[in-house]
C-alpha cells in the first residue's frame, strides 16, 4: 500500500503503488503502461485525476517534440505522461502542506516556476528563466507538468500546492479542465494587458483560448467584444460566450468589418489566437493608436511584420506564455459564479484508455470537435450536445 515517509493519506482514499499511465514513445506514438505512483515533496500533494483536457499543445509536443523539455532535451523515448490541462481530487499532502485537504476537488495550473528567479519573484513563473531545470545537478525545482515534468494523462500526479486552484462542488470535472484556458485569457487580457472594463477587443481565430477569451473579455466588462474566424459554428458559440459582434473572415475583409463595427476606428485590444501567416499584420491595423496587440498563437514559419505601422502607431505587441499571476483563481471565480458557460466549448468526452482517438477527434476536428476531454473514473464515451 501507497505509504511514503512523512506524506499524508487518509483511510477513506486509499492509493496504489502503481497506476495506468500513457508515454511518448517515438513521435506521435502513444503506450499504455504502469508506472509507480509518484510520490509529494514539501509544499506538493498528490492529486488522484479525474478528467484531462487535450490542448492543441499537447499535439505539437506528441508529434514535433517542443516546448516540452525533458531532461534537457526531446520528450521521445523517456518513459514520460503528456497532458497539463486536468482536475482531480488531493489524494495524499506532502510533508507541511496544510492549505489543502485530502478528498478536495482541485483544479490545476501547470507552471509551477523555480520561485527563486527574477521573473517567479514577480509572478510571471510561466516565463521562469529556470525553465526545465529540473534534473540531475540542475535541479532548480521548476515544474511545468506535460512539459518539463510528468503530465496527466495518466491516474495520479504531484503539484506544487501553488498551482492548485480549488473548485466548488458544482463545477462539472469537464468544466474544472477548462479553468486553465480561461485562466490563459484573462492573463493576457488583464495582468500582462492592464484592460479596464468600457474598452473594446477582438479576437481572432475562435479555437478554445480565443472562445472562452470573448467570454473572459465580456465578464470583465469589455465592449464591444467582436470574434473573427472562418468557422461559423464556432462563431456562433462565440455568440453565446458573450461576444456583441462575429465576422467570418471568408465572407468580409476582417480589418474593415472591424473598424466598422467600432465606428470606424480601431479597438483597444487584439487577442490573437489563430496563428494565420497574415495575423500580426491584421492585428495591428484593427487596433487604434496606442492600441494593444496579445499574441497567443503563431505560425510555424516567420512571417513579415509591417514594423513601420507599429512604430508610427505607438502600437504594443506582447506575447503569452499560458497563465501567470494566478489569473487562472480569478477566471474560476468567473466560473463558480456563472459569469460564463465554458462548457460551451467543450465537445466530446472519452474514458483515459481511449486517448489515442480523443487525440484523433482533437486532431482531426471530427465532428465539430473542440475541447475533448478524457476522464479516468468513467468508462463509456460520449459526445455532448455543443448547444
Ligand atoms: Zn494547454
Ligand atoms: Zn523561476
Not at 510561466?126 to 496527466?152: I, M
Not at 492548485?164 to 495582468?191: Q, W
Not at 458557460?341 to 465537445?347: G, I, L, P, R, W
Not at 477527434?361 to 459526445?383: C, F, G, L, N, P
Request: charged share 20%.
Amino acid at each position: 500500500m501507497y505509504a511514503p515517509p512523512g506524506v499524508k493519506t487518509a483511510k477513506d482514499m486509499p492509493v496504489p503503488d502503481t497506476m495506468k499511465a500513457w508515454v511518448l514513445g517515438d513521435p506521435g506514438e502513444l503506450k499504455f503502461t504502469d508506472k509507480p505512483v509518484p510520490v509529494p515533496k514539501r509544499a506538493e500533494v498528490l492529486v488522484r485525476i479525474d478528467a484531462v483536457a487535450i490542448c492543441a499543445t499537447d499535439l505539437e509536443i506528441i508529434w514535433h517534440g517542443p516546448p516540452a523539455s525533458i531532461q534537457g532535451g526531446m520528450p521521445f523515448n523517456k518513459n514520460w505522461t503528456p497532458g497539463h490541462e486536468y482536475m482531480g481530487t488531493v489524494a495524499a499532502l506532502g510533508p507541511g502542506v496544510d492549505e489543502y485537504k485530502i478528498g478536495q476537488r482541485v483544479t490545476v495550473e501547470i507552471h509551477a516556476g523555480c520561485g527563486q528567479c527574477k521573473r517567479c519573484r514577480a509572478g510571471m513563473y510561466t516565463s521562469c528563466h529556470n525553465y526545465g531545470l529540473n534534473y540531475g545537478d540542475v535541479d532548480k525545482g521548476h515544474r511545468a507538468n506535460g512539459f518539463t515534468t510528468d503530465g496527466g494523462f495518466c491516474e495520479y500526479q504531484i503539484n506544487n500546492i501553488n498551482t492548485l486552484v480549488a473548485i466548488p462542488d458544482a463545477m462539472s470535472d469537464e468544466e474544472a479542465t477548462l479553468v486553465v484556458t480561461a485562466g490563459t485569457a484573462m492573463y493576457g487580457l488583464t495582468e500582462l494587458g492592464g484592460l479596464v472594463a468600457g474598452e473594446s477587443v477582438v479576437v481572432t481565430g475562435p479555437g478554445p483560448i480565443g472562445l472562452l477569451g470573448v467570454a473572459v473579455a465580456k465578464a470583465l466588462g469589455a465592449h464591444p467584444v467582436i470574434l473573427t474566424g472562418t468557422r461559423d459554428n464556432r462563431l456562433k458559440i462565440g455568440l453565446e460566450l458573450g461576444a456583441d459582434y462575429v465576422v467570418n473572415a471568408r465572407t468580409e475583409n476582417p480589418v474593415e468589418a472591424v473598424r466598422k463595427l467600432n465606428g470606424g476606428k480601431g479597438v483597444d485590444y487584439v487577442v490573437e489566437c489563430s496563428g494565420a501567416p497574415t495575423a500580426v499584420n491584421d492585428a495591428v491595423r484593427m487596433v487604434n493608436r496606442g492600441g494593444k496587440v496579445c499574441l497567443a498563437a503563431f505560425p510555424h514559419e516567420e512571417t513579415p511584420v509591417d514594423v513601420a505601422h507599429i512604430v508610427r502607431n505607438n502600437i504594443y505587441l506582447y506575447g503569452i506564455r499560458g497563465e501567470g499571476k494566478s489569473a487562472t483563481h480569478r477566471a474560476e471565480a468567473f466560473m463558480s459564479q456563472k459569469r460564463f458557460d465554458a462548457t460551451k466549448v467543450h465537445t466530446h468526452t472519452f474514458p483515459l484508455e481511449d486517448l489515442p482517438t480523443a487525440i484523433k477527434y482533437a486532431r482531426e476536428r471530427i465532428d465539430d470537435a473542440i475541447k475533448v476531454v478524457v476522464k479516468t473514473r468513467s468508462s463509456a464515451s460520449q459526445r455532448v450536445a455543443a448547444e
